[in-house]
Nanobody
Framework: VQLQASGGGLVQPGGSLKLSCVSAGLKYYGIGWFRQAPGKEREGTSCISTDSRIAHYEDFVRGRFTISRDNAKNTVYLEMNDLKPEDTAIYFC?????????????????WGQGTQVTVSS
C-alpha cells in the first residue's frame, strides 16, 4: 500500500491545519499519523481503527488534534488546532497498530515523503 500525505504548511502558533492521507487500499488498515522533527526520532501522534470505533491520541496532542476517516473516499484526516512550535515536523500517515491507549508502527516500509508542518511566528 502506498499512502500520500498532504495539507501541511506554515502556520502561526495557535493556528490550524488539516492533513489528508489518501490511498486506494486505506480502508483495510488502522492508520496512524506519525511525525519526525529535526534531530528526533519518529513518534506516533494518533491513530484510528478501520471502522473508526477506536481513536487514540498521545498526551501531547490530545484535545488539539482530531483524527477521522472516510473509507468511501479512501482518506484519513488529521485536524490540528492550537498548533505550537513544538508541533513542527514532517508528518506521515502509515498503517498502524491502534489500540485505545496506544499507537505503534505496523510492519511497513513505504513511508513516502510526508508533509511538512511548520509552526512559527
Amino acid at each position: 500500500v502506498q499512502l500520500q500525505a498532504s495539507g501541511g504548511g506554515l502556520v502561526q502558533p495557535g493556528g490550524s491545519l488539516k492533513l489528508s492521507c489518501v490511498s486506494a487500499g486505506l480502508k483495510y488498515y488502522g492508520i496512524g499519523w506519525f511525525r519526525q522533527a529535526p534531530g528526533k526520532e519518529r513518534e506516533g501522534t494518533s491513530c484510528i481503527s478501520t471502522d473508526s470505533r477506536i481513536a487514540h491520541y498521545e498526551d501531547f496532542v490530545r484535545g488539539r488534534f482530531t483524527i477521522s476517516r472516510d473509507n468511501a473516499k479512501n482518506t484519513v484526516y488529521l485536524e490540528m488546532n492550537d498548533l505550537k512550535p513544538e508541533d513542527t515536523a514532517i508528518y506521515f500517515c502509515a498503517p498502524a497498530i491502534c489500540w485505545s491507549d496506544s499507537v505503534s508502527e505496523a510492519d511497513f516500509d513505504n513511508w513516502g515523503q510526508g508533509t511538512q508542518v511548520t509552526v512559527s511566528s
